[in-house]
């Protein structure tokens, strides 16, 4: 199991990022695909997808504004 950061984000939303590959992982460089929480890091900003790249609009979720 390979061990991701789960971050908390203020918007309740929790992302996974990746911290470091479990031994046969490692082996290959290339992630298993079982996932283990290693630590959980309160975020205070919204998550990427909520902030929308420009302080908290949604604008991906209307197709044709999409930049
Ligand atoms: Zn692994
Ligand atoms: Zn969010």
């Given amino acids: 199991m390979c ?3 789960a971050h908390r984000h203020s918007c309740n939303h929790t992302q996974l990022s990746f911290a470091a590959f479990c031994a046969p992982a490692a082996l290959l460089q ?3 695909g079982s996932r283990h929480i290693w630590q959980t890091l309160a ?6 997808d909520c902030r929308g790249g420009d302080g908290g609009g949604r604008y991906h979720d209307l197709p044709g504004l999409r930049r």
């Avoid at 975020?43 to 990427?48: D, G, K, N, S, T």
């Fill in 43 to 48: 975020v205070e900003e919204a998550c990427e």
């Fill in 3 to 5: 061990r991701y950061y």
């Fill in 30 to 32: 290339n992630p298993c």
